[in-house]
């Protein structure tokens, strides 16, 4: 929180915080702390705990230490602050999701629809084992704005290569003999199903397979294998 500026003509205020007493500031843009980034690590964990309707500007200003006049300085407001907390991970994610699936199409065998899945889905999972607090807030961001089709959402999963597009490439190879329109639905299934099970990791339905150590391999794996066998249903390949 910004304390409020001392008349250059009184002694300095003090003010005692955990007991510790901290010399007045004047009002404006804080300098001892990154305020993007602190902002950007408030909301993240405060989008990830309640819906991003049910939490206010004022409350991420407040979780992260800062006015609420800072927050709006690099944040005008609720989307782009929203958008700053997708594109931090989404980034680098999407672009090593792309980099796997592009290679996949690449190679000269044909994949399998095992492949397919751990292409997508362990850079989300290192996410998870990097940060589990952080992480896991994040996961549950991204996945409620991909299944809400937010255009946010919807720019950076259909940056050029898309990766439905790429997904679906991979998979057209995997089973040939699966029509397009149904590999596309496949596609979308098995997505949203693999991406909503991660960000549920902590929850009692799935077991609570996350720890301060990351996500339990074990659940990883189950989840690469019914994933992938769902892809594979009602196919005579592989």
Same mark, same amino acid.
């Given at each position: ?65 800062? /006015? ?7 944040? %005008?407001?609720?989307?782009? #602050? @929203? +958008? *700053? =907390?997708? &594109? ?13 699936? /592009? ?7 044909? %994949?399998?629809?095992?492949? #397919? @899945? +751990? *292409? =997508?889905? &362990? ?13 896991? /807030? ?101």
């Amino acid at each position: 929180m910004l304390l409020p500026a001392t008349d250059s003509c009184d002694p300095p205020q003090r003010h005692n915080v955990t007991s510790v007493t901290v010399p007045a500031r004047r009002p404006g843009p804080r300098s001892d702390v990154d305020v993007p980034a602190a902002l950007v690590d408030a909301a993240e964990l405060l989008f990830g705990s309640a819906s991003v309707d049910a939490v206010s500007l004022r409350a991420v200003a407040r979780a992260a230490g800062v /006015a609420p006049a800072a927050l709006t300085h690099y944040f %005008p407001d609720k989307a782009a #602050l @929203v +958008e *700053a =907390v997708l &594109r931090r991970r989404a980034d680098p994610v999407g672009e090593e999701v792309r980099d796997r699936l /592009a290679a996949l199409v690449a190679a000269e065998d044909d %994949p399998r629809p095992v492949d #397919l @899945v +751990e *292409a =997508v889905i &362990r850079p989300f999972v290192a996410v998870l084992d990097a940060d589990p607090v952080a992480g896991l /807030a994040w996961m549950k961001l991204f996945t409620a704005l991909g299944l809400a089709e937010e255009p946010m959402w919807l720019r950076g999963v259909g940056r050029a290569p898309s990766i439905a597009d790429l997904y679906a490439q991979v998979l057209q190879r995997a089973l040939p003999g699966v029509r397009g329109d149904e590999l596309y639905r496949r596609v979308g299934i098995a997505m949203y199903s693999m991406l909503s099970a991660l960000a549920g990791v902590d929850l009692a339905g799935y077991g609570h397979p996350i720890s301060s150590e990351g996500v339990d391999p074990r659940f990883v794996d189950q989840l690469v294998v019914f994933t992938s066998a769902g892809l594979a249903a009602g196919s005579s390949e592989r």
